[in-house]
């Protein structure tokens, strides 16, 4: 499975961005799929994921801020970034929770 994750960039604060995460390869159906996020000197978080019945799951500190989406196939995951915060830059990584796949990540950059 090949996970490519696209959209990252510059935004100022209060702005916004949309990544998206295309699966591809040999596999028959994905139960889950997941945002995560490093930034520089930090660990690896969890930012948001979803299931294929469309349960979601956010880390506190985007809710009410970042949705969570995905096509009815299962096979893209979007992720709609609002009011955007310095502290959200880092490179954002989709996770597929069907045999943990990881994308190659996207870097996202909120500055003015």
């Known amino acids: 499975v090949q996970l490519q994750a696209s959209g990252g960039g510059l935004v100022q604060p209060g702005g916004s961005l949309r990544l998206s995460c295309a699966a591809s390869g040999s596999i028959l159906s994905i139960f889950a799929m997941g945002w995560y996020r490093q930034a520089p000197g930090k660990q690896r978080e969890l930012v948001a994921a979803?299931?294929?019945?469309?349960?979601?799951n956010y880390a506190d500190s985007v809710k009410g801020r970042f949705t969570i989406s995905r096509d009815s196939a299962m096979k893209t995951v979007y992720l709609e970034m609002n009011s955007l915060k310095p502290e959200d830059t880092a490179v954002y990584y989709c996770?597929?929770?069907?045999?943990?796949?990881w994308g190659q990540g996207t870097l996202v950059t909120v500055s003015s």
């Open positions: 996770r597929c929770y069907d045999g943990n796949y």
């Open positions: 979803v299931t294929r019945s469309g349960t979601t």
